[in-house]
């Protein structure tokens, strides 16, 4: 109290020369001057906004993400709630795998009615942990992302592939049947072949093959009328293509075996001989 009225301090000269030295690119000598300031009010979050980037940039990051928090806070106090979902954003960018920074902006814009931006920001943030000792992070941001929404396909989709890695391989596949129910096109698709990769089958390996189709990534004219007339074709040759369906379907089976199944050295020959069979019947199909 007897410091603020010494008359060495002197809040407005202190401010703008530490709003100088930041334009100048002298962080350090901002960074003193800003915590002159907050040694007499601590609770300033103006203040604690503008040193929170300049500890981060100075690789100062706990005490960064403490000024960010006391700014966000603040913020919120008065009712500035997009204010403060400004600092938690600018936070992100310099602590990534800070996972509370990913947290608090979902809670921010769901309390502004913002569901779908919520989930983005955690999606994004479960971006950042990608290491295996990282794996429960990126799931607890994952699963409060489908919490928020409920079979959101990304959001759904990668949580259930995280899980399966994390050895959750049963609510993975719950998950992906859910999915599955209620997707279409390429994420059908999508879901049908993470389906396979993680349970190989023959049913799974034709679920996945006919969602391909569906979603024309594996084009063929389904009606006569898509063709031109050179390409027309007599209806004798339904069996001919059946046949080349089920070799392309061997194919595929073959080569998901080995991940599946641990076939030593050999490995490399059952993926060339799946995939040979595999483009040989796609190939011969749309031929026919």
């Not at 100088?20 to 901002?30: I, P």
């Not at 990126?138 to 994390?166: N, S």
Request: aromatic share 10%.
């Amino acid at each position: 109290m007897w410091f603020t009225r010494d008359n060495s301090y002197d809040r407005f000269a202190i401010l703008a020369a530490a709003d100088k030295a930041r334009a100048k690119g002298k962080f350090r000598k901002a960074i003193a001057a800003y915590r002159k300031v907050l040694e007499v009010d601590p609770y300033d979050h103006e203040i604690h906004g503008k040193l929170a980037p300049l500890l981060a940039e100075t690789k100062q990051l706990p005490e960064a993400w403490s000024s960010f928090v006391a700014a966000g806070e603040g913020y919120i106090r008065d009712g500035y709630g997009d204010k403060a979902l400004s600092i938690y954003t600018q936070a992100s960018r310099y602590l990534p795998r800070q996972i509370e920074v990913w947290e608090t902006i979902s809670k921010l814009q769901v309390d502004r009615g913002r569901s779908p931006d919520a989930v983005k920001a955690l999606l994004d943030g479960s971006l950042h942990f990608r290491r295996r000792k990282q794996q429960q992070h990126a799931l607890r941001l994952l699963r409060k992302a489908c919490d928020i929404e409920p079979w959101h396909f990304e959001a759904t989709f990668h949580f259930a592939r995280r899980l399966a890695r994390a050895g959750g391989r049963q609510e993975a596949l719950r998950l992906l049947g859910g999915l599955a129910e209620r997707a279409r096109g390429r994420n059908l698709r999508r879901t049908r072949g993470a389906l396979f990769r993680m349970s190989p089958s023959l049913g799974a390996a034709w679920q996945w093959l006919r969602a391909a189709i569906a979603a024309r990534e594996i084009p063929f004219p389904r009606r006569a009328s898509w063709k031109s007339p050179a390409m027309k074709r007599a209806t004798g040759g339904h069996t001919a293509r059946v046949i080349c369906l089920v070799l392309a379907l061997v194919g595929t089976i073959v080569v998901g075996v080995p991940f599946s199944v641990d076939v030593g050295p050999r490995m490399v020959y059952f993926l060339i001989l799946g995939s040979g069979l595999a483009v040989v019947g796609l190939a011969s199909y749309l031929f026919l």
